[in-house]
């Protein structure tokens, strides 16, 4: 088992920056890959970016990329998600997730685990 806790979220405005973390405890020798969430009221959970957990290899949704930069501390065991130039559509709950079998996926049905959720709110 593997346990994931987010942290970081909060009110920015509009242009703005936040950095998400995401901390793994457990079984970490286990995961293949980490990846960020978010899910905004009334819509479906969307994809922002994953990295894999050993090598550092990263891929971003298009609508993140060039603001948001996915990162992990390999012997600290944890994942961020620096966020520049929010923009109001930006605001959404964010999920930290865990994979143990490869590939690097955008799908969230391939995760085995999540997080809790922190929720970003980018003002206008």
């Known amino acids: 088992q593997v346990q994931l806790v987010e942290s970081g979220g909060g009110l920015v405005q509009a242009g703005g920056s936040l950095r998400l973390s995401c901390a793994a405890s457990?079984?970490?020798?286990?995961?293949?890959?980490m990846g960020w969430f978010r899910q905004a009221p009334g819509k479906e959970r969307e994809f922002v970016a994953t990295?894999?957990?050993?090598?550092?290899?990263?891929y971003s949704a298009d609508s993140v990329k060039g603001r948001f930069t996915i990162s992990r501390n390999y012997p600290k065991n944890t994942m961020d998600l620096q966020m520049n130039s929010l923009k109001p559509e930006d605001t959404a709950v964010y999920y930290c997730?865990?994979?143990?079998?490869?590939?690097?996926?955008?799908?969230?049905?391939?995760?085995?685990?999540w997080g809790q959720g922190t929720q970003v709110t980018v003002s206008s």
């Open positions: 997730a865990a994979s143990i079998t490869p590939p690097m996926s955008t799908l969230g049905e391939q995760y085995n685990y």
């Open positions: 457990g079984r970490t020798s286990s995961l293949w890959s």
């Open positions: 990295i894999t957990w050993n090598i550092g290899n990263t």
